[in-house]
């Protein structure tokens, strides 16, 4: 047996949260020389209802052809949380996915969105013919839970500095308690990126409300939900400024129907400009 080889997948299962709970079943594997061979273990998280999300790893190894060293490929997730009647399953590759870990894996699988730092390549330079090395970047990462490709698993989407979530900015939009201390704030953000939920206190018309928020890149807010996981709106959290915005609505709607027949003075406007103006309003996501 390689021992150098074995003490490389140790660390590497350590780094991905599995610690050592496999290493004697590794080590086990390897020493039976299998071309390829599966390891499993079984987990439970407490879930966001106060029960039990109960887990299923199956890491997959694989030998090299030219040598005796042993390589970890991927990993799948089983999950199955409490009161879903049917599993969510994913398959992890350690390149494709930049070693998500077991943890991230749970939070992305509970619908949740990571911020993962990854290596994007270059664009190749015709006049050298070469290829330059890739930058790091900074990505969100998420399972469309709603749909399977062919295999069973979810498409990952994966949202760049290009598409503009500013994570900081949407959390200042909303009366959170505490957040002016800088270390109680970056230990949301931390837990915020790694896909966790984060509990804070919510100042709503003078009454503090404990919380969990999450992170939502794709429509560049946060999602914020009370002790039952039931989600609070805005006109939950401003229910006074709703209620201005709601007359001040009524006020311009009453004003623009005074006119000499009755009717909006808007009316007057022909249908093929109006079709052109809401043209130019669409506004289209990148991911």
Same mark, same amino acid.
């Given at each position: 047996?390689?021992?150098?080889?074995?003490?490389?997948?140790?660390k590497?299962?350590?780094?991905?949260?599995?610690k050592?709970?496999?290493?004697?079943?590794?080590?086990?594997?390897?020493?039976?020389?299998?071309?390829?061979?599966?390891?499993?273990?079984?987990?439970r998280?407490?879930?966001e209802?106060?029960?039990?999300?109960?887990?299923?790893?199956?890491l997959?190894?694989?030998?090299?052809?030219?040598?005796?060293?042993?390589? $970890?490929?991927?990993?799948?997730?089983?999950?199955?949380?409490?009161?879903?009647?049917?599993?969510?399953?994913q398959?992890? &590759?350690l390149?494709?996915? %930049?070693?998500?870990?077991?943890?991230?894996?749970?939070?992305? $699988?509970?619908?949740r969105?990571?911020?993962?730092?990854?290596?994007?390549?270059?664009?190749? &330079?015709?006049?050298?013919?070469e290829?330059?090395?890739?930058?790091?970047?900074?990505?969100w990462?998420?399972?469309?839970?709603?749909?399977?490709?062919?295999?069973?698993y979810?498409?990952?989407?994966?949202?760049?500095?290009?598409?503009?979530?500013?994570?900081?900015?949407?959390?200042?939009?909303?009366?959170?308690?505490?957040?002016?201390?800088?270390?109680?704030?970056?230990?949301?953000?931390?837990?915020?990126k790694k896909?966790?939920?984060?509990?804070?206190?919510?100042?709503?018309?003078?009454?503090?409300?404990?919380?969990?928020?999450?992170?939502?890149?794709?429509?560049?807010?946060?999602?914020i939900?009370?002790?039952?996981?039931?989600?609070?709106?805005?006109?939950?959290?401003?229910?006074?400024n709703?209620?201005d915005e709601n007359?001040?609505?009524?006020?311009?709607?009453?004003s623009?129907?005074q006119n000499?027949?009755?009717?909006?003075?808007?009316?007057?406007?022909k249908?093929?400009?109006q079709?052109? %103006?809401?043209?130019?309003?669409?506004?289209?996501?990148?991911?």
């Amino acid at each position: 047996m390689n021992e150098k080889n074995l003490d490389y997948l140790q660390k590497q299962l350590f780094t991905l949260g599995f610690k050592d709970k496999l290493n004697n079943v590794l080590e086990q594997a390897i020493s039976k020389e299998l071309p390829e061979f599966t390891i499993g273990l079984n987990n439970r998280r407490k879930g966001e209802t106060g029960g039990f999300d109960h887990l299923r790893y199956e890491l997959n190894f694989s030998r090299s052809k030219k040598s005796d060293l042993y390589f $970890l490929n991927d990993y799948e997730v089983g999950l199955r949380k409490e009161g879903d009647p049917w599993p969510r399953v994913q398959l992890f &590759d350690l390149e494709q996915h %930049h070693r998500v870990t077991a943890l991230e894996a749970y939070n992305l $699988l509970s619908g949740r969105s990571i911020y993962k730092e990854i290596f994007r390549e270059k664009k190749e &330079d015709k006049q050298n013919l070469e290829t330059e090395r890739p930058d790091k970047t900074s990505i969100w990462m998420k399972l469309n839970m709603d749909v399977t490709e062919a295999y069973g698993y979810h498409p990952v989407q994966r949202f760049y500095p290009e598409y503009g979530y500013m994570l900081e900015e949407s959390l200042s939009k909303y009366p959170f308690i505490s957040l002016e201390d800088a270390e109680k704030k970056e230990g949301v953000l931390k837990d915020l990126k790694k896909g966790k939920l984060a509990e804070m206190r919510l100042d709503v018309n003078g009454e503090l409300v404990p919380v969990f928020v999450a992170a939502n890149p794709e429509m560049k807010t946060i999602d914020i939900y009370d002790k039952q996981m039931t989600e609070l709106r805005s006109e939950d959290i401003f229910p006074a400024n709703e209620k201005d915005e709601n007359q001040q609505s009524q006020s311009k709607n009453a004003s623009v129907l005074q006119n000499d027949q009755g009717l909006p003075s808007q009316l007057s406007v022909k249908p093929w400009e109006q079709d052109e %103006h809401s043209e130019k309003n669409i506004v289209s996501r990148g991911r």
